[in-house]
């Protein structure tokens, strides 16, 4: 079987995507067999060769010039860019700072503000298509093998369309929204993480952002139930979503 | 006048190069340029309540996650005037600790024994059978599968919040834990064993900086006050006072110094300043590698780390298993600062809380922001006598690793 040319890129991130799949540790060996890593900055000193990919891996959002041009350089590279993470699909937890950029640098870095050049962060799909979109803030280790899987069969993986509260139930935890009267955002949120945090006995923070067909107004009614303030629930709620969170 | 350039810095975590100005032959100036985006923590975390920050600031950095949340809540607690329970401590000491051990196995294993071995990455290591790559990710591997435990997610752990912790990791879970690092009591020592090789590293001076490290008490990594290679001992909440920051125009990081000096926080700095006390070196000086002894002190501290997450499960699994481990929190205002050892050094939160539990000022100091000058200055003090350009780019990478910097972390900066 030929090797697949594989790369793992991120803009504005955390890591925590890139290091989920290095956290693979125990199938880093058979990674390697199957894929020949084109560009992995974080674990690798190889000079890219700039070739093509079959497939890019990107992690993070689009803040500064380069990395729209960089970005944009990889999709004519690759066969299959997929988005892996919050940052990369919808911006994540890096839309959160709204407020006039320029300012808001300046309120960092002074004077050296204008040196640097940014916008605020925008997902992937604002500027190039994205074939398989990865959710989670991170995707989960067995999400990246699946999807290192299919992509050196040559296909995509499955993704679930169903909402964390299914997978919950599955497990047959207690159920922390009606039973613990905790502010879980399982029902709205997109499965694939095996409802880890619930199983642990923590809530479930919407990480992977919204399922289809959520029903966000009864979700919202039950976590004022708990007492939370609307603007509570409503930061709560957007955390990870990248929708546009308006000023109280 | 020549301008080299080492782009991109591969093996550290976030964007960045090393801008090396040659003049007849001789380096004369050199720059780390962090080009890593902003990402504004500081200003988003603004306005929102008292509990949402714990997970928002995990995001910062995914190799440092745990420590920022850790560091949220402590500073969060002190600014609301919570204790949380006894038990609740210990459990978040071994998600630090797991932490700790997983970030300096990534360190060692993954991003510096290819430099040791002359490749590329740890893939070549790994086709290659090299039996301290594959021990080095199974350290690694363990020290997720503690993040894992005490945390309830490896990356961006879900247990700590402020007043506590979720819940107690399970007892069988913590007593096959404590098996697991049962057994690698003996085989720790000789994998740390690599790197105290000096002919594994290139030529060094001596590390620079006023070392900076947390003011340990019985934990090496938590403390009230802040020690430096001075002799100063400085109460954590007057952190403004001793460091100075400034902005440069050439990095997205801020540059600290003390009394005009720069400061080095990390392993090599917590194991000067902790000398005699929580533990003695037991291999040869790591100092004697300049900055290279910081990748010797990390193993001394994984030997440490593995030692202390022993006695910390035993505590655990002798604790009342239905003792609270989360008190009430009654939100309000206040003032809180929180200064720890995060795995490249000291880390410091500090938050500002108006009458109704929302953030009205935050700030974040991460250990690679503290050390960007002492990096500066070390390549500049190790390569003067570097002439050959390929030698001098190869060995720019090196120095720079050596500091683990951890870039994505650096630039959340924001002063209000
Ligand atoms: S999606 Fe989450 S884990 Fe991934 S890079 Fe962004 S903040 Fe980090
Ligand atoms: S605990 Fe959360 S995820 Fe699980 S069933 Fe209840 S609401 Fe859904
Ligand atoms: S349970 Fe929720 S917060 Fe936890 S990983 Fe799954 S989607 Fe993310």
């Known amino acids: 079987m030929k090797k697949l040319r594989l790369a793992y890129v991120r803009f504005t991130s955390c890591c925590g995507c890139q290091l989920t799949l290095l956290n693979c540790e125990e199938q880093l060996a058979a990674i390697d067999a199957v894929a020949e890593v084109v560009a ?59 407020g006039d ?3 808001l640098c300046e309120g960092v870095y002074g004077e050296c503000a204008r040196e640097k050049l940014t916008f605020p962060p925008q997902p992937l799909c604002r500027f190039v298509r994205v074939d398989l979109q990865v959710a989670g803030c991170p995707p989960e280790r067995s999400e990246h093998l699946q999807l290192l899987g299919a992509l050196a069969r040559g296909g995509l993986p499955a993704l679930p369309e169903y909402a964390v509260c299914m997978e919950c139930r599955q497990r047959e935890n207690l159920c922390l929204l009606l039973e613990a009267k905790q502010p879980c955002l399982g029902p709205v949120t997109r499965a694939g993480c095996n409802a880890l945090c619930p199983s642990f006995g923590a809530i479930c923070e919407g990480c992977r952002g919204p399922v289809t067909e959520a029903n966000r107004a009864e979700e919202s009614r039950l976590l004022l139930g708990l007492g939370l303030s609307e603007r509570e629930v409503r930061a709560r709620l957007e955390r990870f979503s990248g929708a546009s969170h308006e000023d109280p | 006048m020549k301008t080299l350039s080492l782009q991109p810095l591969t093996r550290v975590e976030g964007h960045g190069r090393v801008e090396m100005t040659v003049q007849t032959g001789r380096l004369t100036a050199v720059r780390l340029v962090i080009t890593e985006s902003p990402r504004l923590f500081e200003a988003l975390l603004l306005g929102r309540s008292w509990q949402e920050v714990p997970a928002l600031v995990s995001r910062i950095c995914a190799i440092c996650s745990g420590v920022h949340r850790v560091a949220a809540a402590s500073a969060l607690e002190s600014a609301l005037g919570i204790d949380i329970p006894p038990l609740a401590r210990r459990v978040r000491e071994l998600l630090l600790l797991g932490g700790h051990i997983e970030s300096h196995a990534l360190h060692l294993f993954c991003l510096t024994l290819p430099d040791i071995a002359g490749t590329e990455s740890i893939l070549e290591l790994l086709r290659a059978c090299d039996p301290r790559a594959r021990e080095g990710l199974a350290l690694k591997g363990l020290g997720n599968h503690i993040q894992e435990l005490a945390g309830g997610r490896v990356i961006h752990p879900v247990n700590v919040e402020v007043g506590g912790v979720v819940r107690l990791p399970p007892r069988e879970k913590l007593e096959a834990l404590l098996a697991e690092l049962e057994e690698w009591s003996g085989r720790l020592p000789p994998l740390v064993e690599g790197f105290a090789d000096r002919r594994g590293y290139p030529p060094a001076t001596p590390a620079l900086g006023t070392r900076i490290a947390v003011d340990c008490d019985d934990f090496l990594l938590t403390g009230r006050s802040l020690r430096f290679s001075d002799g100063r001992v400085v109460a954590g909440e007057r952190y403004g006072e001793v460091l100075e920051e400034r902005a440069v125009p050439w990095s997205n990081t801020k540059h600290s110094r003390t009394a005009g000096v720069p400061l080095l ?41 593995l030692r202390e997450a022993r006695r910390l499960v035993r ?11 989360m008190v009430a929190v009654r939100a309000g205002a206040g003032v809180g600062t929180c200064v720890i050892e995060a795995p490249r050094g000291l880390l410091i939160h500090h938050y500002a809380l108006d009458d109704q539990g929302r953030v009205a000022a935050a700030d974040i100091l991460t250990p690679t922001a503290i050390n960007q000058a002492a990096i500066e200055a070390q390549l500049l003090a190790d390569l003067q006598g570097v002439t050959d350009e390929s030698v001098l780019i190869e060995r720019a990478g090196r120095i720079v690793r050596a500091y683990d910097p951890c870039i994505s972390c650096s630039v959340h900066v924001l002063k209000g």
């Not at chain 1, 999709?75 to 911006?91: D, N, P, Q, S």
């Not at chain 2, 006390?277 to 501290?301: D, K, T």
């Not at chain 2, 505590?315 to 481990?325: N, Q, R, S, T, Y």
């Open chain 1, 40 to 98: 992995f900055d974080m674990a690798s000193s190889r000079p890219d060769d700039g070739g093509p990919l079959d497939a890019v891996l990107v992690e993070g959002s689009i803040s500064r010039p380069e990395e729209l041009v960089e970005l944009l350089r990889l999709r004519r590279r690759a066969e299959i860019l997929v988005a892996v993470g919050a940052c990369a699909l919808t911006g994540g937890v890096n839309v959160l700072a709204h």
């Open chain 1, 101 to 103: 950029r320029i300012e």
């Open chain 2, 265 to 305: 926080a990390g392993a090599l700095a917590r194991l000067e300043n902790a000398a005699g006390r929580a533990l003695a070196p037991v291999l040869p000086e790591p100092s004697a590698a300049g900055i290279h002894g910081n990748n010797l002190a990390q193993g001394l501290e994984l030997i440490w780390a």
């Open chain 2, 315 to 325: 505590e655990l699994l002798a604790g009342d298993a239905d003792a609270a481990v």
